[in-house]
């Protein structure tokens, strides 16, 4: 079947700029989690939901970024007045149930300028 | 606190020598899950194995092991036979509530032809 989707796979923005990126996860799964990879490093969590909640937005690094999964099946993760120190990866996952795999897609690159 | 150490940041291997990669995680948890994903140069992460923290028993999956020793907290990948396709950055995750992974900052190894 259908893995995980992102779109778009590429973002340049401006500095102070907002963006929107989507995650399509597979169908199915309840859980999904959004991460961001900077170059060199492994993938810091960000958020994670359950079905449509928020159940944990620990990682989110501050209050510019936000993200939502209304429907419980595609996420948009928001973030507003962006910074160059933004640019990364943003990678989605899905899992079948929390305690599951969880299968990630291609990622979204962000670049800030 | 959750951690996952990758010591090796980069390993060079001629094709058909046997490479391990090290992964050494930190929990206090008892329960918990490990988890190996490569990710080549396309990006994209792909899930390889998950562990969890009461099946101690080693893994062969055709080139691939795996060797879980909780005495001392590791999770080491063994690739025999290695091949040009094998060259990625592999990432070594803990998860201990399926909340978020704690992922390392990978290994990146590139197998010479």
């Known amino acids: 079947g259908a893995g995980v989707s992102q779109t778009p796979s590429n973002k340049v923005t401006e500095k102070g700029k907002y963006v929107e990126l989507r995650c399509d996860p597979i169908s199915g799964h309840t859980a999904l989690y959004w991460y961001r990879q900077s170059l060199g490093q492994g993938p810091e969590f960000l958020i994670y939901?359950?079905?449509?909640?928020?159940?944990?937005d620990s990682g989110l690094p501050n209050d510019r970024f936000f993200a939502v999964r209304p429907e419980g099946s595609v996420s948009t993760l928001k973030i507003q007045r962006t910074e160059r120190g933004d640019s990364a990866v943003y990678l989605c996952a899905s899992s079948e149930t929390r305690e599951d795999t969880q299968y990630f897609g291609p990622g979204t690159r962000l670049t800030v300028l | 606190a959750q951690k996952v150490t990758q010591a090796q940041t980069e390993i060079s291997v001629v094709e058909k020598e046997d490479v391990t990669l090290d992964c050494v995680y930190e929990t206090r948890d008892t329960t918990y899950y490990l988890f190996w994903y490569k990710q080549p140069p396309s990006g994209e992460l792909v899930f390889l194995i998950r562990?969890?923290?009461?099946?101690?028993q080693n893994e062969i999956s055709g080139r691939y092991s795996w060797n879980f020793q909780k005495s001392t907290s590791s999770f080491n990948f063994t690739i025999t036979a290695s091949q040009v396709v094998d060259s990625a950055v592999y990432f070594c995750?803990?998860?201990?509530?399926?909340?978020?992974?704690?992922f390392g900052t990978g290994t990146s190894l590139t197998v010479i032809p």
């Open positions: 562990r969890n923290s009461f099946d101690e």
């Open positions: 939901f359950q079905g449509t909640g928020a159940a944990d």
């Open positions: 995750a803990l998860s201990v509530t399926g909340n978020q992974f704690y």
